[in-house]
């Protein structure tokens, strides 16, 4: 694959994001290792081609459409852009210079769905709230039988789900930008089953309960978004199972579940 990036970005920086949108994807082979080498140079862009390899010929297509969905999420809470015309990318660049700087924190709330329906303002406010934590690639952000007390945003980087069985570590699945966790443990109240190990170096957003609880209250559509969400990623294997579910997986039966258990947890109305 060949992607071009902005030519404000250094290429050790453009490789960076792209090793990181490489590694979040579990379709994409360890061994043979990818690669990715700077192809050209212009004055608007840097050329860069991608290289990896999967198990199989025929996923293939479905791999490169998720990394290039990756990359772009990427990309998204960076200062990196795509490589745009030489003459229109001075044009949006004269056009941005008078946007309002915006925090890591408040940009990584945009990009999230369930905060979707929440005002600049709101957004703003609620990334004051948001606690700060970076890790090292090998560093464990969560040890199996930790109780969380809120809901952890990923802004960048990679990290790996596994959960003990036997006498292996099996991943189950691997977030990134935009990703979160922590909610399962919240609605359960019940210690984590999985270990969470950075794969790359990441920053991590933690959302306490407590600064939670009157989103939750003042938005009713962030609760319902959050069940949704939930719902979507547990019918699609990408959360923790929940034993209480049992063999319910359809869309509609979860995403009344998360809702019920979210209402109750936060002592919410039904409306």
């Not at 709101?122 to 090998?138: F, V």
């Not at 691997?174 to 109240?189: C, K, N, S, V």
């Not at 978004?225 to 990623?233: G, I, K, N, V």
């Amino acid at each position: 694959m060949e992607v071009q990036l902005d030519a404000h970005t250094p290429p050790s920086s453009g490789i960076e994001i792209l090793h990181s949108a490489l590694m979040n994807s579990r379709r994409i082979l360890a061994s043979p290792e990818p690669s990715i080498a700077v192809k050209s140079m212009t004055a608007a862009s840097v050329a860069y081609e991608v290289t990896f390899f999967v198990k199989e010929l025929s996923i293939v297509g479905e791999t490169q459409n998720e990394l290039f969905d990756l990359i772009h999420r990427h990309l998204a809470l960076t200062d990196i852009q795509l490589a745009a015309p030489l003459q229109q990318s001075f044009a949006v660049r004269a056009g941005e210079t008078g946007r309002k700087p915006r925090g890591e924190a408040e940009r990584l709330l945009e990009h999230v769905s369930m905060f979707d329906s929440l005002t600049p303002e709101e957004r703003t406010t609620l990334s004051g709230k948001l606690k700060l934590k970076r890790y090292d690639r090998g560093e464990r952000l969560l040890e199996a039988g930790t109780i969380l007390q809120g809901l952890f945003l990923v802004s960048s980087g990679v990290v790996s789900v596994t959960r003990r069985e036997g006498e292996s570590d099996v991943e189950l699945l691997r977030l990134g930008p935009t990703d979160h966790f922590g909610e399962i443990a919240l609605l359960t109240g019940t210690p984590s089953v999985a270990t969470i190990t950075a794969l790359t170096a990441a920053t991590v957003y933690e959302l306490p309960k407590a600064d939670l609880a009157p989103v939750l209250k003042a938005r009713p559509e962030v609760a319902k978004e959050l069940s949704r969400a939930l719902a979507q990623r547990q019918a699609a294997g990408r959360t923790i199972a929940v034993a209480e579910l049992g063999n319910k997986d359809s869309a509609g039966y979860l995403t009344n579940w998360f809702s019920e258990r979210i209402h109750k947890m936060f002592h919410l109305g039904t409306g």
